[in-house]
């Protein structure tokens, strides 16, 4: 069913969960593509795969296009320039292959969450889970896009350097957990000179990254006991 919510953006209801899960699919895929001894069969099917996911996303970007109101809201949205960065490369052969871009197509799920209902009846911890679940999920699909984001930087700085260590995207998964969470085991370290730049920047972003659950948790517990607080003087 074909709706629009309240800023205008096209909404295919249950069609859109597909999309997502097709997004995911997608993200497998191309990271199953990186894997080393792949046989001409298996890249095949791959391939297939690819290209079917491409047409669909590209029929859904068209549909999103025609029925955005305004027209051309979609267009020049922050989510509609990244659907089409992530099917413009297959059509156009550029070299650079964007699919990873994909992934920030996953923050869509965000806003079909938001039809759960939330309840009110609730102890203090849950109420304070419910009062920033919204942020929480949302920090939670931004850290699983960073991750793997990382993944494929550091696969292509490093992979011709490294090509035991950093394999595949799957075997560059672990230094991007280990970076994020400014654990830094060590034992996964890049070499090249981009890498090591592009390790910077991820550190940089990655203590921000483990301080933000935190202070949401945190900031909701206090509200949960503002709110309970005034249920209890209410009750007196």
């Known amino acids: 069913m074909i709706s629009h919510d309240e800023n205008g953006r096209v909404s295919f209801g249950r069609f859109d969960f597909i999309i997502q899960g097709l997004i995911i699919l997608s993200l497998i895929s191309f990271a199953l593509e990186t894997l080393p001894n792949l046989t001409s069969q298996h890249q095949g099917w791959l391939r297939a795969f690819e290209i079917g996911t491409v047409v669909l996303f590209t029929v859904e970007y068209l549909l999103r296009l025609c029925l955005s109101r305004p027209r ?25 292959d964007l699919r990873s871009v994909r992934a920030f197509r996953l923050l869509r799920l965000f806003r079909l969450l938001k039809l759960a209902r939330y309840s009110s009846a609730m102890q203090r911890y849950h109420r304070a889970f419910m009062i ?9 699909f931004t850290a699983l896009i960073m991750f793997y984001l990382a993944s494929v930087g550091i696969y292509y700085f490093e992979n011709q350097a490294q090509p035991e260590t950093f394999a595949s995207v799957f075997h560059s998964f672990w230094w991007a957990v280990a970076t994020l969470t400014t654990v830094g085991y060590g034992d996964i370290y890049p070499i ?30 206090s509200a949960a006991r503002e709110e309970m607080k005034q249920g209890t003087q209410s009750n007196d």
Not at 82 to 96: E, N, Q, R, S
Not at 132 to 140: D, P, Q, V, Y
């Open 132 to 140: 920033a679940r919204e942020e929480l999920i949302l920090f939670g």
């Open 72 to 96: 051309g809201f979609y267009a020049w949205s922050f989510f509609g320039i990244v659907d089409l960065i992530a099917i413009l490369p297959f059509y156009v052969a550029t070299g650079i």
């Open 192 to 221: 090249t000179v981009g890498g090591k730049i592009f390790t910077f920047i991820v550190l940089m972003i990655g203590l921000g990254f483990v301080a933000v659950p935190t202070g949401l948790f945190a900031s909701a517990l």
